[in-house]
């Protein structure tokens, strides 16, 4: 992935992780496939912050995990919330990584 190769690059290689759009929708995969690959990932790169692009219909959004904070931020420009689903699984992919209850915030503003 090209912002992978760059984050290399220029030496933030071991700050930032960058998760596969492809790897963690849902047409195509399963939840236990994506919730998986999500905390494979995370486990064997140990990354400070992974980014994750994520498609919803049509629209693109963004989820940032920040793992030394146990925090999970959702970006959405068009200020809609993730859903209850969503929020749990995230729950549930960080929670199996740190056993410890994590943060999802939302910046719709």
């Known amino acids: 992935m090209y912002l992978d190769s760059l984050s290399v690059a220029q030496g933030d290689g071991q700050v930032y992780g960058f998760i596969e759009p492809q790897s963690i929708q849902t047409s195509g995969n399963t939840k236990v496939q994506i919730q998986t690959y ?5 486990a064997d790169s140990h990354r400070h912050i992974y980014l994750a692009p994520y498609i919803d219909g049509s629209h693109w959004q963004l989820i940032v995990i920040i793992s030394w904070e146990c925090t999970v ?3 959405c420009s068009l200020r809609r919330r993730p859903s209850h689903e969503m929020k749990c699984f995230l729950q549930g992919v960080t929670n199996k990584l740190t056993r410890m209850n994590v943060a999802i915030t939302s910046c719709i503003g």
């Open 38 to 42: 999500m905390q494979t990932w995370i």
């Open 73 to 75: 931020v959702w970006f």
